[in-house]
């Protein structure tokens, strides 16, 4: 496992994190192959584990602490989410400060999500949702920044809406922020255009999210999928986003095996989307989600096998996939 400089923090992390979600809000979840999954992902070399109150209303957060206390000689980095009080994923363009984080809110959260995790202190909290219209009020950052005074915390960060890179560049650029987390794979590209440009202006760290496209880009996703009732990709993958995705997805999939063959190679689905991040240097660490033993050699792997030949990274930028945020795009 390699690792890379986060931001101005100066932390030295995994280049592959751990993204936390799916132990605690998808189906087919098994608490003792998560635990085991973390602890093999620590074994390897991951150190940076990013979760929310909300996965599971603090559950996630749980698990982090475990593994955590499991592994008290190491470094591992923690992240969580303060979830917005009027529970609006995404935060809406009319929304104010005070309907998502008033300063209160805030600070119960951090309380909260430390007594989750039964730690002292979290590495980084991030805003779940954001709106750079915020930026006009300065209660979300003097509060959280109190909580960073008092060593509850050590760095202030966001999570920025699906689809919506834009909505960040200001925050990022006041310099009040360490840290950014945002949708960035081979259909999402745009957080290059703005985002990471200021990024690297302000030296802000990168968190890339949904590697995977939520599974599209694994490969194994058909226009007939489903999951069982309560799974939260029932609600995402609605036909208008199920087709194109898989039909898109299929097309990535034909150029990779062209590749492979012409080659002689054997680069997978997974492999090639994460490898395509890691070709990005401005991406701090990417967070897929592992629920599984398997999840975690293949995905440390993509870190052993470096980003991609240049010619194939090439190929991959031709899928970029500009979307507008939906209904169902949450």
Known sequence: MKNRRFGRTGWEVSEIGYGMWGMASWSNSDDDESLRSLQAAVDRGCNFFDTAYAYGNGRSENFLGQIVRSNAGKRLYTASKIPPKDLKWPATADSTLMQSYPPDHVEEYVHRSLENAGLEQLDLMQFHTWNDEWMRDDRWFYRIDDMRSQKLI????????????????????????????????????????????????????????VPFDEGTLTGTLTKDSKWPEGDWRNTYFVPENLIPSVERADAVKKTLEEWNRERSMNITMPELALRFILGNEDVSTIIPGMRKLSHVDANIAASDAGPLPPELQEKMKGFRWVRKPAPWSQ
């Open 154 to 209: 050590n760095a202030i960060g966001i999570s920025i809406n699906r689809w919506e890179p834009w909505n960040g560049v200001r925050a990022v650029r006041s310099g009040q922020i360490d840290a950014v987390q945002v949708i960035y794979n081979i259909f999402d590209q745009n957080p290059e255009d703005e985002l990471f440009p200021a990024c690297r202006e302000m030296d802000v760290a990168v968190i890339a999210r």
